[in-house]
């Protein structure tokens, strides 16, 4: 049985939107806040507390880059071809696939499965799944 995952981004998206980037930066702020209330505790720090943003920015990034490395990883292994496109039926049982980095492909097989993903946008303030 051949096996392929079509994604239209470099990787299933998750990682760059889901919870583990705004955890990083959740947990960054948890540490500057005991910083700041840390003479509470018994600890005296002496100096100002301050958050390098750019740190925690490259902090997420490599992160992300980490979670990313792994589905790679993971997909090489797991023998399933990754194609990067986006795609539609143009027949029963039959993709036609937009390729990322140009050209088309055109895939068939008995069975076709689809796990259909979740998109994420902004609309008055709310999140829509």
């Known amino acids: 049985m ?11 998206a998750e990682q ?11 947990w960054s702020a948890r540490i500057a806040h005991q910083a700041h209330h840390a003479a509470q505790f018994g600890t005296v720090i002496t100096g100002s507390v301050t958050t390098d943003m750019a740190k925690v920015r ?20 797991s023998g399933a071809e990754l194609i990067m496109g986006s795609g539609r039926f143009v027949a029963s049982k039959t993709l036609e696939e937009r ?24 609309r008055k303030g709310s999140i829509r799944r």
Do not use: W
Not at 16 to 26: K, M, R
């Open 99 to 122: 390729l990322n980095d140009g050209g088309t492909r055109v895939l068939a097989g008995d069975q076709v499965f689809l796990k259909g993903g979740q998109v994420v946008s902004r």
């Open 2 to 12: 051949d096996r392929r995952f079509l994604s239209q981004h470099r990787l299933p």
């Open 58 to 77: 490259q902090r997420k990034r490599d992160m992300v880059n980490r979670e990313i490395e792994l589905d790679l990883h993971n997909y090489k292994t």
């Open 16 to 26: 760059e939107i889901a919870c583990l980037p705004s955890e990083n930066e959740i």
